[in-house]
């Protein structure tokens, strides 16, 4: 399934369009939809928290905002916590939970130390989406670092990302101390933030100031709630485990202005079950 956010030139969603307003193609060949439907459906959600020693400041501000699109969300998504440094580790004792009170908890188990581990943070989030009950899923990152600890590479990372049916958030509370220092660092963990947003569907975000991470929340929660969703029998059967890219074009309707559609860059083709033999 093809999770599809639709914009206007105002930047607020567009909702009311049908089924005729969309065209699907993969590898450049049109699909078509047999699936089609906007509502708000639950979702497994992952918090995937920056614990790094820089954050010790912010964490406040960043567990508030974070509750808050707990909190704007369906009331029967599941949602769980990842808070990493140089480790990353599940702060729930389950996998998963709709109370907000388990939530701030696992968020306020702060012990901001050590070094950035993200790409390790991620993978093992992507996994543990897995066992979640929703069709759709979503990871929420927040970070104010650049990967130096993490035995997974970036690359990795974005291919489990495309292995995936998340769509992923990702928010850089990068400050003007960080900018300075570092700028060629600074922008390359930036680019990669954005690469693996754009790749799963999901938005990257850079605010100014930890006074915009309340309403960046809020808006990924409306996001999340009125998206469209699409679905098709791929034309091109083959089981070979190769990348199959898409692409999403949205009609507008007549005097709607021009509409802008976000959605995941593609997807990675099953591959043939492995035979094995015995005597």
């Given at each position: ?11 607020n969603?567009?909702?009311?369009l ?10 450049k060949?049109?699909?078509?939809l047999?699936?089609f439907?906007q509502e ?7 918090l ?26 369906n ?18 004792d389950?996998d998963?939970?709709s109370?907000?009170?388990d ?11 050590g ?12 996994d ?12 929420l ?8 600890d ?8 974005l ?14 509370v ?26 799963t ?47 999403v ?5 007549r005097?709607s ?9 593609g997807?990675?083709a099953?591959k ?8």
């Amino acid at each position: 399934m093809l999770r599809a956010t639709v914009v206007g030139k105002d930047g607020n969603f567009v909702s009311g369009l049908g089924r005729d307003n969309f065209r699907v193609f993969e590898d450049k060949v049109e699909q078509r939809l047999t699936v089609f439907h906007q509502e708000d459906t639950p979702v497994t959600v992952g918090l995937v928290i920056d614990n790094s020693g820089s954050m010790r400041e912010k964490r406040g501000q960043v567990n508030t905002a974070a509750l808050r699109l707990v909190e704007s969300s369906n009331p029967q998504d599941e949602v769980f916590v990842v808070n990493f440094n140089d480790d990353y580790y599940l702060d729930l004792d389950k996998d998963f939970t709709s109370d907000p009170k388990d939530l701030k908890q696992a968020l306020e188990r702060i012990d901001s130390r050590g070094g950035t581990a993200f790409y390790d943070a991620l993978v093992g989030s992507l996994d543990h989406l897995k066992k979640g009950h929703k069709d759709k899923k979503v990871l929420l990152v927040i970070t104010d670092g650049e990967d130096q600890d993490s035995t997974k590479t970036f690359e990795y990372a974005l291919h489990a990302a495309q292995q995936s049916s998340a769509a992923i958030y990702t928010i850089g509370v990068y400050g003007e101390d960080d900018r300075k220092n570092d700028r060629v660092r600074m922008k390359a963990a930036k680019r990669n933030l954005k690469t693996l947003a754009e790749a799963t569907g999901g938005a990257a975000y850079f605010p100014n100031s930890l006074t915009e991470l309340n309403e960046i929340c809020a808006q990924i929660a409306h996001e999340i709630r009125n998206q469209y969703t699409l679905g098709y029998n791929p034309t091109n059967v083959a089981q070979d485990g190769t990348f199959r890219s898409v692409q999403v074009q949205v009609l507008p309707p007549r005097n709607s202005g021009k509409l802008t559609v976000r959605t995941r860059s593609g997807y990675y083709a099953p591959k043939p079950p492995s035979s094995s033999s015995g005597n």
